[in-house]
C-alpha cells in the first residue's frame, strides 16, 4: 500500500532521497479511510433528476430551487436542454405573482427600499423573491455583499429567497435566465416577485418585459430631473418614487415630485388603463413604503378589470418567445465550426477595407445555412 503512492519511475529499493510520492486519488478514499467507507462532499453532490428537480421546486426546497437556478444559468447545451424540461413540468404552476421590477440609478435606495417593502410583506404572510440583474453597480463594486448587508433582515428570513442574478453575457441570455428565474420562483409558491435592476439602458426595458408593475427610484437634487424628464425610463415607470425623503432632503423631495408629476402629464402611460403617479418615501425610515404597496395593488386591480394584466402577460410571452430565437440563432451561428473557421479572416478584410460589412455578413450568413 505504501509502495503504491510512490510514482512508477522510482527506482525499486530505493531510499529516502526519492521524496516524491501521489497523493491517493478519490475512489480510493471512498473506500479506503481509516478502513471505513467514506465518500467525501464533492461525491455526496447527487445528480439531480428532471423530476427531483420538478418535485424540489414544487415543494420550494431552498437548495433545489438555487440549483435549478444554476442550471437554467449554465450556457451548456446539455444543461440547457434539462432546465427547458424541468421548465415545461413546472410552467402549470406558474404565473400567480406580482412580480415587479425596481430600477433607479446605483445608490438611488433600490436595495434599502426592498428591504423595507419585503419585511412588511413577510409580515403579511407574504412569500417574496429578490432577483438583482447586474447587482455589481459601480457604487457597492461587485455588490452581492453590499446587497446582503442591505437586505440584512430579509437574507435572514426563510420567507425570502434573494438570487443575484449574472449580467454577463449577452442580454438576451441575461432575459432568459430572469424569465426563468421568475418562472421557478412562481412554482415554488413565491407569490410577490421583485426585479431590481441598476438603471443603465437596456437593463430597464429588459425588466420592463418582464413584469407587471415597473417602479422607478429617484433621488431629489441629485440634478437629473430635467435629463430624466426628457422620457427614456420615465416613460417606461408606472411610478415614480422620490426615495430619501428624509432629514434636509424632504423639502426638495416635496419640489421633485411636484416636478416630476407635471412632467408625467406629457407623457404616455406604459401601462393602459393606468396613469403613473409619483409619491416619495424615505426607504431607511421605512415611511412611504405601505403607501406604494398599496398603489402596487391597487394597479393590480385596475389592470386585472380592464384587460391589460392579461394582454401584457401574453404579449411578454410572445416577446420571451422571439428572444429565444434570436438567442439560440446567435448561439448556433458563432459556435458552427464553418464559421469559426471562416470568420478571422473575413473580418480581417473588413479591417482591411477589401469587403464591405453588408457582404462579409451575407456571406458568412450563406456558409452558415449551407452548414446547419
Ligand atoms: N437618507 C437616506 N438614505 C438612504 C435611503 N435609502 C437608502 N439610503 C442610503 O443610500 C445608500 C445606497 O442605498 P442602496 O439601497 O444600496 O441603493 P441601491 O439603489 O440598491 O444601490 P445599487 O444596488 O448599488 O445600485 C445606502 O448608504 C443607504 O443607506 C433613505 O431613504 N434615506
Ligand atoms: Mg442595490
Not at 415554488?188 to 437596456?202: H, K, N, R, S
Not at 422620457?231 to 423639502?251: H, T
Request: charged share 25%; net charge positive; with cysteine.
Amino acid at each position: 500500500m505504501k509502495d503504491k503512492k510512490r510514482p512508477d519511475w522510482v527506482p525499486e529499493n530505493a531510499g529516502k532521497e526519492f521524496t516524491t510520492s501521489v497523493m491517493s486519488g478519490l475512489e480510493e478514499q471512498v473506500s479506503n479511510v481509516a478502513g471505513k467507507k467514506y465518500t467525501p462532499k464533492v461525491l455526496q453532490r447527487k445528480q439531480l433528476t428532471v423530476d427531483d428537480y420538478v418535485q424540489g421546486i414544487l415543494n420550494r426546497d431552498r437548495t433545489i430551487i438555487a440549483r435549478a437556478i444554476t442550471l437554467i444559468e449554465s450556457n451548456s447545451i446539455k444543461h440547457l436542454q434539462m432546465a427547458q424540461e424541468v421548465l415545461k413540468k413546472i410552467l402549470p404552476y406558474t404565473g400567480n405573482s406580482i412580480r415587479v421590477g425596481i430600477t433607479g440609478v446605483p445608490g438611488a435606495g433600490k436595495s434599502t427600499f426592498i428591504e423595507a417593502l419585503g419585511c412588511k410583506l413577510i409580515k403579511e404572510n407574504h412569500k417574496l423573491a429578490v432577483l438583482a440583474i447586474d447587482p455589481s453597480s459601480s457604487v457597492t463594486k461587485g455588490s452581492i455583499l453590499g446587497d446582503k448587508t442591505r437586505m440584512e433582515k430579509l437574507s435572514r428570513s426563510k420567507e425570502c429567497f434573494i438570487r443575484p442574478s449574472p449580467s454577463s453575457g449577452n442580454l438576451g441570455g441575461v432575459t432568459r435566465k430572469t424569465r426563468e428565474t421568475i418562472l421557478i420562483c412562481e412554482a415554488a409558491g413565491y407569490d410577490v416577485i421583485l426585479v431590481e435592476t441598476v438603471g443603465v439602458g437596456q437593463n430597464e426595458i429588459t425588466v420592463r418585459s418582464m413584469v407587471d408593475f415597473f417602479l422607478l427610484l429617484k433621488i431629489a437634487g441629485a440634478g437629473d430631473e430635467l435629463q430624466g424628464i426628457k422620457k427614456g425610463v420615465i416613460e417606461l415607470a408606472d411610478a415614480i418614487l422620490i426615495n430619501k425623503a428624509d432629514g434636509d432632503n424632504l423639502n426638495r423631495a416635496k419640489v421633485a415630485k411636484e416636478e416630476f408629476a407635471r412632467a408625467l402629464h406629457y407623457l404616455k402611460s406604459p401601462t393602459s388603463g393606468w396613469t403613473p403617479e409619483v409619491h416619495t418615501a424615505s426607504a431607511i425610515l421605512g415611511e412611504g413604503v405601505d403607501n406604494i404597496w398599496e398603489r402596487i395593488l391597487e394597479f393590480m386591480k385596475i389592470i386585472k378589470e380592464c384587460g391589460t394584466f392579461e394582454n401584457r402577460r401574453k404579449t411578454q410571452m410572445l416577446e420571451w418567445l422571439h428572444a429565444m430565437i434570436k438567442e439560440r440563432l446567435e448561439t448556433l451561428f458563432y459556435h458552427n465550426p464553418k464559421i469559426l473557421a471562416t470568420l478571422p479572416s473575413i473580418e480581417q478584410d473588413v479591417l482591411e477595407g477589401t469587403l464591405p460589412p453588408t457582404k462579409a455578413a451575407m456571406r458568412l450568413l450563406e456558409i452558415f445555412e449551407k452548414n446547419l
